[in-house]
């Protein structure tokens, strides 16, 4: 694909590339941003170095793609902010968010569209990476007899499972615990391109099937999006962004850089409800 306003470097040849020649500080022009929509579609997630925005530029870049999206239980550390998360660890920190593989809030009716993830502070010795991985290449890579059988099913994706671990807090009077009905095959809205559509950190059961059957079909699909070869691996370096299709995609946060501080914002582009079209 031609780009005349960004210059677009792959990672891989399956999934993630580099954009440079923008700054994400600023209003983009409508030429600018379509080649970062086009660029975001053909590469499920693209990585920006050297940017520095505040919350409001970061919350006004990823308006340019949709409403913000405000996590249904999650902490609120910016009270004026409930459309940031803030992404923080440190030298207390047991565990960080994100440490199983996961596309983001899959649990909503309509979970998120992307994800536009901003760090200003990385462990100094190279750790803290995120993994990615393309699920149209999971799909793909499935038998065609197991696809066949994939596309008349739904699985349940379930906050509860995900964040187990906020049931018992108190910081917020408004949380909820969604728990929806998806498509195991996902078709893409925008690229018409099939997608596998679970993940180990929100999918717990597949309607239609006994438990031992579908709780053993599920570990097989885990096990199967790990495959390296769908991969990319993003190294952080101090004010990096990354931006993913939550529709397209999953990611896992390794947290090898402890007792060093990560810290950032993340703002979650609101989505549509996830179907199938054969």
């Given amino acids: 694909m031609a780009y005349q306003t960004i210059e677009v470097r792959k990672l891989t040849p399956v999934i993630g590339a580099e954009i440079h020649g923008v700054d994400l500080s600023k209003d983009l022009g409508n030429q600018q941003f379509q080649e970062i929509h086009d660029a975001l579609m053909e590469n499920l997630v693209v990585f920006f170095r050297d940017q520095k925005m505040t919350?409001?530029?970061?919350?006004?870049?990823?308006?340019?793609?949709?409403?913000?999206?405000?996590?249904?239980?999650?902490?609120?550390?910016?009270?004026?902010?409930?459309?940031?998360?803030?992404?923080?660890?440190?030298?207390?920190?047991?565990?960080?968010?994100?440490?199983?593989?996961?596309s983001d809030v899959t649990c909503d009716e309509e979970p998120p569209m992307g994800s536009i993830l901003y760090l200003h502070t990385v462990p100094p010795d190279g750790g803290g990476a995120t993994m990615f991985a393309n699920m149209y290449a999971a799909f793909d890579g499935l038998s065609k007899p197991m696809q066949r059988f994939l596309e008349g099913l739904t699985a349940v994706h379930d906050s509860a499972k995900a964040h187990?671990?906020?049931?018992?807090?108190?910081?917020?009077?408004?949380?909820?615990?969604?728990?929806?009905?998806?498509?195991?095959?996902?078709?893409?809205?925008?690229?018409?391109?099939?997608?596998?559509?679970?993940?180990?950190?929100f999918t717990n059961r597949i309607m239609g099937l006994k438990k031992r059957?579908?709780?053993?079909?599920?570990?097989?699909?885990f096990q199967h999006i790990e495959t390296p070869e769908f991969q990319c691996r993003f190294h952080w370096q101090p004010n990096s962004v990354a931006f993913w299709d939550n529709r397209a995609t999953q990611h896992r946060a390794l947290f090898d850089y402890h007792p060093h501080r990560r810290y950032g914002h993340r703002v979650t582009v609101c989505g549509d409800k996830p179907f199938y079209r054969a």
């Fill in 55 to 102: 919350i409001d530029q970061h919350k006004a870049f990823g308006r340019r793609f949709g409403k913000l999206h405000v996590h249904p239980n999650a902490p609120q550390d910016l009270p004026d902010h409930k459309d940031i998360l803030v992404i923080k660890a440190d030298e207390n920190s047991k565990h960080v968010a994100g440490e199983e593989w996961h």
């Fill in 164 to 201: 187990f671990y906020r049931v018992k807090t108190t910081d917020r009077d408004d949380k909820t615990y969604p728990r929806t009905e998806h498509p195991i095959v996902r078709t893409h809205p925008v690229t018409g391109r099939k997608a596998l559509f679970v993940n180990r950190g």
């Fill in 213 to 221: 059957e579908g709780d053993a079909l599920l570990e097989m699909l």
